[in-house]
């Protein structure tokens, strides 16, 4: 069955400092991917997504994040955090129209 | 534009009672999933709607259920509820099927005592 693994539940992270969260995705025909972002009571909110093309994708907020088919991972990176970027960030893999999602890393920012 | 929104905001049942969902999707869009996210894990998906027909079904009991307007909005419904139904219930709304960009409302967080 197709998968989303994240591997880190929780990052923690001083202001200022760069950032990567990890995705990996079970092998499959060529994905498509995205990032959403949820804070503490809210719905998920779109980052970036990645159908075909430039491997690279830059999102919302300063987001970009990697295509890699050869390690099946889509890692989200940012390269300088701020306080507000505290938050739950979700990978997920579109699948027959619906979405898997992994079970998320929750990203801790220190002043 | 209004984004997806979803109602009642917060609920609070017994278990054996029953409990409807409501979402509205974003103006255009004709296809509602809903998913269901219990603390500490990511959504898992329940049922995906496109012009008023099931299009695809989770690994749910049959105790849930939806359906779809011809407006498009859609509800889900829970019979019997048990405690571990406590969760965050999402909608997300986009414009088909396939392939297409699922944006969310802030949920429907539903407690059973």
């Known amino acids: 069955a197709q998968s989303v693994t994240q591997p880190d539940i929780h990052i923690t992270v001083s202001e200022g400092a760069s950032l990567e969260l990890r995705c990996n995705y079970s092998?499959?025909?060529?994905?498509?991917l995205f990032w959403y972002v949820q804070s503490p009571g809210q719905g998920l909110q779109l980052l970036l997504k990645?159908?075909?093309?430039?491997?690279l994708v830059q999102g919302i907020k300063g987001f970009e994040a990697e295509f890699k088919r050869s390690q099946s991972s889509f890692n989200l990176r940012k390269p300088s955090v701020h306080w507000s970027d505290a938050a739950e960030y979700f990978c997920?893999?579109?699948?027959?129209?619906?979405?898997?999602f992994g079970k998320g890393t929750k990203l801790s920012v220190k002043p | 534009d209004a984004g997806v929104t979803q109602s009642p905001t917060h609920l609070i049942k017994t278990r054996g009672q029953h409990v409807t969902l409501r979402c509205s999707p974003i103006?255009?869009?004709?296809?509602v999933s809903w998913y269901q996210q219990v603390l500490g894990q990511g959504p898992q998906f329940i049922f995906q709607?496109?012009?008023?027909?099931?299009?695809g079904r989770g690994n749910f009991p049959d105790r849930f259920s939806a359906r779809q307007f011809p407006n498009y909005s859609s509800e889900l419904n829970v019979n019997a509820l048990l405690l571990g139904d406590s969760a965050l219930y999402l909608c997300?709304?986009?414009?088909?099927?396939?392939?297409?960009?699922?944006?969310f409302g802030a949920g429907t967080r539903l407690s059973v005592l």
């Open positions: 990645y159908f075909s093309g430039d491997t």
């Open positions: 092998y499959g025909a060529t994905p498509y």
């Open positions: 997920a893999r579109g699948s027959q129209g619906n979405l898997i």
């Open positions: 997300a709304s986009s414009l088909g099927p396939l392939r297409n960009i699922q944006y």
């Open positions: 103006s255009g869009h004709k296809s």
């Open positions: 709607y496109y012009e008023k027909e099931e299009r």
